[in-house]
């Protein structure tokens, strides 16, 4: 049995097959459009989807919507009522969007999904799932646990912003909803608009900010903008938001309370956002913490799984999993909207259908996240020919130690292999690495390879088997949804001068024998390579480790700021001639800048707009 899942029309479009059960493929639209977030119908995803496994549309039992659209007008429509008159100009801008295509959803995906075949039969295919009932599905089905409880966290669905589930083989109930507008991801979206971030994007460079600030703001955002109680349910004050009926996050009201207009995001970041950026993070961390301390004594349950926007704060699952309350974290490496694809399939074939979980107790259904595009040696080599590229081909071990030559040299390493990622993080197979024991690797890589801030940080890919060694991590953390704190050995002692610097200023002060991915707070957002599912990156790994003695590297996603992660060799070559980087390995060719065409060399840099 063949099922297609889709998300789409919001934000992170994005397809899924499933064959009996199994996902067979996975990709977001925005890889093949270039368009960071791109929220259209996902053609594209789809297209590759049915392509990678053989079949047609006319060969689908199921076409499976991830959310209810007549559900979210109803949202709509009761929110704009109960607010009259104020919101008339949201609501006068909404409506009309809606009237002419979103209301009619349903025969505007058939007509978009007729135009792969299969005409006239596809609404007798067509399921719909609820927004949160996909993502509960996405964080259950394919975690490697047989019962789990289940906490879905995200801006909002149709009614629901946050969800908890009950997880039992092939069974998934949901026991509560907190619902629109109180929304513990667009409390942190108002601060990231508020600190001049976009949202729906920026919402990661927030938690990156964090650890430069402090939480001065916490108490007053406890105390005026969000009811907290013991058990995390929570009301926020809507005197103070603008995003229910408004164009905008925050309500005057906001900016008072904390003392100005939004940041410009063309104005300098300061000590003030810094602190907000820590402060709206910790009231997400003690949310977070919470709910799930009240799942823990509710339902006794070793297991918990995440998934919803916000469930890609790797800070805040860090402090679950050393809370101690779970044993165990399983979370959905598409969290956003793209893996509600995956979730609506999956809910169509064990809720709908009623096929029971095949579990092998130890890996999850997701396979690495590794569902996407690849392309065959001999394919690279035609495509890379084509685009102009000069490189040599090797085979396996004379390239490793190569790739290892140029990490080893410094050089900031592009790595094309496989299949590429699902969801938002690169983890080996679309990434840019580097050599983290380097002080200026990460200043390099932000500045002069993804053209983005200076804070930002990176994540170290680490040998599964050494995690310990480097991280106060215990357990697997395939998909970089951990962070944990650096070992005490590793840390550097700072001197005095360097301990009394505050902000941006604690930057460039290395922290540890690792220090292009220490954080200014020593912790790490962590990714353990495992052969299993990506044998060529934890080859490179083992040699890596074998060279210098280190078993960690740098990995970021080979993109720049505003791009969406590359996807196809061109997109790979163009990328690599546009930045500062200089060597790239795809496939078997390796590629050096200083040997290429300087003619082919683009300005990368405002290529994209800024995320």
């Not at 392509?51 to 006319?58: Q, S, T, W």
């Not at 353990?528 to 060529?536: D, K, L």
Request: hydrophobic content about 40%; charged content about 25%.
């Amino acid at each position: 049995m063949h099922i297609l899942g889709i998300s789409a029309f919001y934000h992170d479009s994005a397809a899924v097959l499933l064959r009996d059960g199994k996902v067979v493929a996975a990709a977001q639209e925005e890889r093949f459009t270039r368009k960071k977030h791109d929220p259209g119908f996902p053609e594209n995803a789809i297209a590759y989807c049915l392509k990678e496994g053989g079949v047609g549309l006319e060969d689908l039992d199921h076409i499976v919507f991830n959310e209810k659209p007549f559900l979210k007008f109803e949202r709509l429509i009761e929110t704009y009522l109960a607010n009259a008159p104020r919101g008339f100009r949201s609501f006068r801008a909404a409506i009309p969007v809606w009237i002419k295509e979103k209301l009619f959803q349903k025969a505007n995906l058939i007509k978009s999904l007729e135009a792969f075949g299969a005409k006239g039969k596809v609404a007798d295919k067509l399921l719909f799932a609820e927004h949160h009932q996909s993502h509960a599905a996405s964080a259950f089905f394919p975690s490697p646990f047989s019962e789990a409880a289940v906490l879905t966290l995200d801006g909002v669905g149709e009614w629901a912003t946050a969800s908890v589930s009950v997880g039992r083989g092939r069974q998934l109930d949901i026991v509560r909803e907190i619902r629109w507008p109180h929304s513990l991801g667009l409390l942190y979206s108002a601060f990231t608009y508020y600190t001049g971030f976009k949202v729906n994007s920026g919402e990661y460079k927030v938690m990156g900010l964090a650890p430069y600030g402090e939480p001065k703001y916490a108490q007053l955002i406890l105390d005026h903008l969000i009811d907290l109680k013991e058990d995390g349910s929570f009301w926020l004050d809507q005197s103070y938001f603008d995003y229910a009926t408004g164009l905008r996050m925050t309500a005057p009201k906001f900016d008072a309370l904390f003392g100005g207009k939004p940041r410009d995001p063309a104005e300098r970041l300061t000590q003030r956002h810094m602190d907000l950026a820590a402060s709206v993070q910790k009231v997400t961390e003690e949310v977070m913490l919470r709910m799930t301390r009240e799942l823990a004594r509710t339902y006794a349950i070793p297991n918990l799984c995440l998934a919803g926007g916000v469930a890609l704060n790797c800070v805040a699952n860090g402090k679950i999993l050393r809370d101690g309350r779970f044993k165990n974290l399983w979370m959905q490496p598409a969290a956003g909207d793209a893996g509600g694809a995956v979730g609506a399939a999956l809910a169509a074939w064990h809720l709908h259908v009623g096929k029971d979980r095949p579990l092998n107790g130890a890996l999850d259904g997701m396979q690495g996240s590794f569902l996407g595009p690849a392309y065959a040696d001999g394919e690279i080599e035609q495509r890379l020919a084509a685009a102009g590229a000069r490189f040599e081909t090797h085979d396996e071990a004379p390239l490793l130690e190569r790739t290892v030559d140029a990490l080893a040299a410094g050089d900031a390493v592009g790595w094309f292999q496989g299949r590429m990622e699902f969801g938002p993080r690169a983890l080996g197979a679309r990434s840019i690495l580097g050599d983290p024991r380097n002080p200026t690797m990460q200043k390099t890589l932000n500045l002069r390879i993804k053209y983005r801030e200076s804070f930002r940080p990176f994540a170290p890919a680490v040998l599964d088997e050494d995690v310990a060694e480097y991280f106060e991590l215990d357990q697997p953390s395939p998909y970089m949804l951990l962070v944990a704190d650096v070992k005490r050995n590793r840390r550097r002692q700072l001197s005095e001068a360097e301990e009394q610097l505050f902000g941006i200023d604690k930057l460039n002060v290395p922290r540890s024998d690792i220090p292009a991915v220490t954080h200014v707070d020593y912790s790490a957002r962590i990714q353990t390579v495992h052969a299993e599912t990506n044998p060529r990156f934890h080859a490179l790994l083992k040699s890596w480790k074998a060279r210098t003695g280190c078993s960690v590297l740098v990995n970021t996603s080979f993109n720049v700021r505003g791009e969406p992660i590359v996807c196809t060799p061109e997109d790979a070559f163009r990328c690599f001639m546009g930045t500062e980087m200089e060597t790239l390995v795809a496939g078997r060719c390796l590629m050096k800048k200083d040997r290429q065409n300087p003619a082919l060399a683009k300005d990368y840099k405002h290529r994209f707009d800024p995320d």
